[in-house]
Each structure stands twice: as structure tokens, then as C-alpha cells.
């Protein structure tokens, strides 16, 4: 298998915090794909979390520390 690249072109720098959310958003769908790199396995655990609003706030809780991670290596916080 190949490696999966979790930091997309090796940086954390976006030029608006817009692209900065739409890059924790990736990364978090990476960190997914890294754990369970099987596609179907994927495609049928999506079914399962999709209804538990439990894990889908659990999603939403991965993208916010990766935003936070992206908004301090941008200096969002200024």
C-alpha cells in the first residue's frame, strides 16, 4: 500500500482561514483513510455513522482540532 500523505503539499499554511477550514476538513477524511484504508470496509461503516449523532459530532470534534492546529500555524488568533 502506498503511503498516505496526511499533510497535503507538506504545509499548513492556506491564504484565508475559509481554505484553512477546508484543509482541516480534508485532512480529517485523510486520518480516516489512513486508519481504515480499506474502501468498501469505508463505504460501509459510512452507513453506521451517518445515523449516530454521537460520531457525527465526533467528526465535527477531529476537523475543529485540526482547524485549530491549521488557524495556529496561520495566526488566525491575531
Not at 7 to 30: I, K
Amino acid at each position: 500500500m502506498d503511503p498516505i500523505t496526511l499533510v497535503p503539499n507538506n504545509s499548513l499554511l492556506t491564504a484565508t482561514p475559509e481554505e484553512g477550514r477546508q484543509l482541516a476538513v480534508h485532512m480529517s477524511r485523510l486520518i480516516v483513510k489512513a486508519t481504515q484504508p480499506d474502501a468498501h470496509k469505508r463505504e460501509q461503516l459510512r452507513e453506521v455513522y451517518a445515523n449516530d449523532a454521537a460520531m457525527l459530532l465526533a467528526v465535527t470534534h477531529t476537523v475543529a482540532i485540526e482547524f485549530a492546529t491549521i488557524a495556529a500555524a496561520n495566526n488566525y488568533w491575531k
